[in-house]
């Protein structure tokens, strides 16, 4: 199975709200990164944590990361209609850590 | 502005035929790296170089080739072999060396349908 899987596959939440997209991966990591893609778009960078982090924050990003469990959140508060994208993890494994392993994603969908 | 582009924007490859993805930084990244998605997919690595004339197959790499003959550029060539290659592909760039904790920067991706 994938080295990055996320959950949920889909978050649909009213404009204001936060929202909470989690992954999980197998392999121990150089460092976790979050990146955006708007439909049709590239990917954009949010935020990487190292694995010695455990927490880092972003205007309204927070990501946090669990080693010992090899998960990570993203939490989005105070939700915008801008920020309905899909959103990925990616870890960077401490062999061959110049490539990075992508998840399946999160469709996020605000709505007004 | 620097960045990455990536042309045609859409690409349409007739049977048998190859078709070649451009990608160019102006990033002066050392590491670039290529990329299929599928609907509703994350992304797979195709191909990836560290340094100008030095490249290494990714995940899938069978029915696609590359070349790194500048620094700035990392063209795809998807092959008559590849013979399911309708998809998104992305490139990428990245500042060198193994190990760093640096993103990735992408481009906006070429869309490849079969005529």
């Known amino acids: 199975s994938q080295q990055g899987e996320e959950d949920p596959q889909a978050l649909s939440i009213q404009e204001g709200e936060n929202a909470t997209m989690n992954c999980s991966y197998k392999t121990s990591i150089n460092n976790l990164q979050w990146y955006r893609q708007n439909s049709g778009r590239g990917l954009v960078h949010l935020i990487l944590i190292r694995s010695n982090e455990r927490e880092k924050h972003s205007g309204r990003l927070r990501v946090t990361l669990d080693t010992s469990k090899k998960s990570s959140s993203l939490l989005i508060t105070a939700s915008r209609a801008a920020d309905t994208a899909s959103y990925f993890c990616a870890t960077a494994l401490i062999q061959g850590a110049q490539k990075l392993v992508f998840g399946q994603g999160t469709r996020l969908t605000i709505n007004p | ?115």
Request: hydrophobic share 30%.
């Open chain 2, 1 to 115: 502005d620097g960045g990455i582009t990536q042309s045609p924007k859409y690409l349409f490859r007739k049977e048998g035929q190859n078709v070649t993805l451009s990608c160019e930084q102006n990033l002066n990244h050392d590491a670039m790296y290529w990329y299929r998605q599928d609907p509703g997919q994350g992304l797979r690595l195709i191909y990836y170089s560290q340094i100008v004339n030095d490249f290494q197959k990714g995940d899938i790499a069978e029915g696609y080739s590359v070349s790194r003959e500048k620094k700035e550029s990392f063209p795809l060539t998807v092959t008559s072999a590849q013979k399911n290659p309708t998809a998104f592909y992305l490139c990428a760039s990245r500042v060198g060396w193994v190990g760093s904790n640096q993103p990735q920067h992408f481009g906006d991706g070429t869309r490849l349908s079969i005529l």
